[in-house]
């Protein structure tokens, strides 16, 4: 069974940095890909920034330039550097977990962990 943990959110400044870890400490049988996404309040789900077991990347243009996601694949951990924050990255960002070829769709989810951000 896949487990995720997310860790490092909080509340920072705008213009601040914070780092989000997420680390599969369950099964990894079938998991290629993970990511990052945010539910701001009020609003739906979204893609944040994919990875590959490769390093494959994508990113959601509203962070490009501003977040950077990393895998260490040996302790199945995945990253978010979150650089220049806005009021608007204010969310609960979940980790998820999945295969590539489905991506951007995610098969396992984090608990998630909030990300306040203010002006």
């Known amino acids: 069974q896949v487990q995720l943990v997310e860790s490092g959110g909080g509340l920072v400044q705008a213009g601040g940095s914070l780092r989000l870890s997420c680390v599969n400490s369950g099964s990894t049988f079938n998991i290629n890909a993970m990511g990052w996404y945010r539910q701001p309040p009020g609003k739906q789900r979204e893609l944040v920034a994919t990875i590959t077991s490769g390093g494959n990347t994508n990113y959601a243009d509203p962070v490009k330039g501003r977040f950077t996601i990393a895998i260490d694949n040996a302790k199945n951990t995945v990253y978010l550097q979150m650089t220049s924050l806005k009021p608007e990255d204010t969310a609960v960002y979940y980790c998820?977990?999945?295969?590539?070829?489905?991506?951007?769709?995610?098969?396992?989810w984090g608990q998630g962990t909030q990300v306040t951000v203010s002006a």
């Open positions: 998820g977990a999945g295969r590539w070829w489905r991506l951007p769709q995610i098969d396992y």
